[in-house]
């Protein structure tokens, strides 16, 4: 990440290149009206990129690290979106949610950037605050079958584990099954630019 010309706000290089085709998924799996609760927003690039994008939706931003909310804050101010509410503190492996209910959960390249308590917290959330059929969105890097796809993908996940040996990059199957011990269904997966994956689940029915 690096600064930005706007105060406080940071600058993630690699969103420009990945906003606009998470759009394109976002603009068809998530709802007609309601709130969308951003877990993980980083830099707070996305956030401003998808409210804008998006205004008939409310987007909430979330961060656990400080540095992230004072950026998410910055951009936020610079953007002037009404539809874009101020970052919240949120700890995705937390039991407690600062945000009690949400239309759709969304976490763009969080799960291999955070220990695998982060990811069955994620998944403890969305069931938490979300009503049948609502959809929680998932970007990034995946293994499938165990294995990376790719050995740009092999590579970014050992110089993960050799920064912090509780990241790496996950393995579809098992973020899957953690999903649906929450009652969270794999309904999608779309390849994407750079080896990386969208994933779309749906809350089950009560
Ligand atoms: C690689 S950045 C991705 C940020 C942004 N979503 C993007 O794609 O540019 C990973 C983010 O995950 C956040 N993060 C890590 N662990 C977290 C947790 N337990 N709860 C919430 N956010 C977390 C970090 O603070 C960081 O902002």
Known sequence: MTGSPIEGAQTAPAVARNRDPILTILRRVLPARGTVLEIASGTGEHAVHFAAALPHLTWQPTDVDADALRSIA?????????????????????????????????????????????????????ARVFAPGRALYLYGAFKENGRHTAPSNAAFDASLRAHNPEWGVRDLDQVADLAGWHGLALVERIAMPANNLSLVFRSRAA
């Open 74 to 126: 910055a951009h936020r101010t610079s953007a002037q979106l009404p539809n874009l509410l101020p970052p919240l503190e949120l700890d995705a492996s937390s039991p407690v949610w600062l945000v009690t209910r949400a239309d759709a959960v969304v976490a763009i390249n969080m799960l291999h950037i955070s220990p695998w308590r982060a990811t069955e917290g994620l998944m403890e959330g969305a």
